[in-house]
Nanobody, 120 residues
Framework: QVQLVESGGGLVQPGGSLRLSCAAS????????MGWYRRAPGKQRELVAR???????NYADSVKGRFTISRDNAKNTVYLQMNSLKPEDTAVYYC??????????????WGQGTQVTVSS
């Protein structure tokens, strides 16, 4: 069984920084992509950043230049470094992975979410 476990959320003042981590564990054959999505109160879930196995990345326009996604393939872990945080970054952040489990088919897997609150 595959699990994604996030950590690193919390409360931070505007202009501050946080680093989110997400580790994929279980019977995994290969991981194609890992990424972060967020859902703010009253809004739809949106892609924040994504990194594929080649290392190519893409970001939401609203976070470009402030957030950096990276990946440790040996640990099946993805990170999201968030700098210059703004109140509008407040949301529940979800880790997602497109992967192939052992003996299974490629599919999307999700973490349980971690709250990020940017407030003074």
């Amino acid at each position: 069984q595959v699990q994604l476990v996030e950590s690193g959320g919390g409360l931070v003042q505007p202009g501050g920084s946080l680093r989110l981590s997400c580790a994929a564990s279980g019977s995994i054959f290969s991981i194609y992509a890992m990424g972060w999505y967020r859902r703010a109160p009253g809004k739809q879930r949106e892609l924040v950043a994504r990194i594929i196995s080649s290392g190519s990345t893409n970001y939401a326009d609203s976070v470009k230049g402030r957030f950096t996604i990276s990946r440790d393939n040996a640990k099946n872990t993805v990170y999201l470094q968030m700098n210059s945080l703004k109140p509008e970054d407040t949301a529940v952040y979800y880790c997602s992975s497109l992967l192939i489990p052992q003996g299974g088919s490629r599919g999307d897997y999700w973490g349980q979410g971690t709250q990020v609150t940017v407030s003074s």
